[in-house]
């Protein structure tokens, strides 16, 4: 399949990623086309690492970009890790010029579980 231009550009969750992804598959079935390997990758891929349902992975981005300190990218990044440690938090902000005190990461971090 040959891409001739970028129609429009969204930003998206993971797990709202999934679910685009199943209707994309389901249609496929039903018209009985085949997949090609790069799609069914990308299914598979969706599947194993999705760790929550897409309304709460909008809600947490949403919440996310409320904090300070707090840009697009990251939020993203976080909604799709979702990660469990202060450690796995530092290894998203690495690239940053600013880091994160510990109170700060605690609020991610609870942010993150309600959602899970």
């Known amino acids: 399949m040959k891409v ?10 993971l797990p709202e990623m999934k679910e685009h992804l199943a209707q994309v598959e389901a249609q496929r ?3 009985e086309q085949e997949m ?3 799609l069914r990758q990308s299914i598979e891929h969706a599947n194993q690492l999705s760790k929550t349902t897409p309304s709460q992975s909008r809600a947490l981005v949403d919440e996310l970009l409320t904090l300070e300190k707090m840009k697009p990218d990251i939020a993203f990044r976080i909604a799709n890790i ?6 796995e938090l530092r ?3 690495a690239k940053e010029r600013y880091t994160l ?3 700060e990461l605690d609020v991610i971090l ?3 579980i309600t959602h899970l």
């Open 82 to 87: 979702m990660p469990q440690s202060r450690d």
């Open 4 to 13: 001739k231009g970028v129609i429009s550009e969204e930003r998206i969750t």
């Open 36 to 38: 090609s390997y790069e």
């Open 91 to 93: 290894a998203i902000y």
């Open 29 to 31: 079935h039903g018209a």
């Open 101 to 103: 005190t510990g109170e």
């Open 110 to 112: 609870e942010l993150v």
